[in-house]
């Protein structure tokens, strides 16, 4: 692990940063509040496909199933958003990288 990023309540997330062994390649893993990490979101994976993240398309469902669960009374649904990169900067105030 090379950095983490407390939970912050003004975002409803928290980041950690890990370097792969033996490569100039990190992963970041940001995990928090559906609604705070599916706004970085840009793609998603199903299975073994990957592809751009269509908000529009995938938020609804996303969004119905999260009253559901809420019905239920699992009101503290959190969601995991995780990327690879070779090169980065990070923006500690805002959270987001700048490649």
């Known amino acids: 692990m090379v950095s ?8 409803k997330r928290m980041s950690v940063v890990c370097k792969e062994q033996d490569a100039d390649t990190y992963c970041v893993f940001l995990k928090g509040a559906t609604e705070s990490v599916l706004g970085q979101c840009t793609r998603i994976q199903l299975g073994k496909n990957e ?3 269509d908000h529009e398309k995938f938020k609804p469902e996303l969004y119905d199933r999260l009253e ?3 019905s239920k009374g699992l009101v503290g649904t959190m969601s995991l958003f995780f990327f690879w990169i070779s090169i980065f900067r990070l ?3 805002n959270l987001s990288l700048t490649l």
């Open 51 to 53: 592809m751009n993240f």
């Open 4 to 11: 983490e990023y407390q939970f912050d309540t003004a975002l």
């Open 91 to 93: 923006d500690i105030e």
């Open 68 to 70: 559901i669960f809420a």
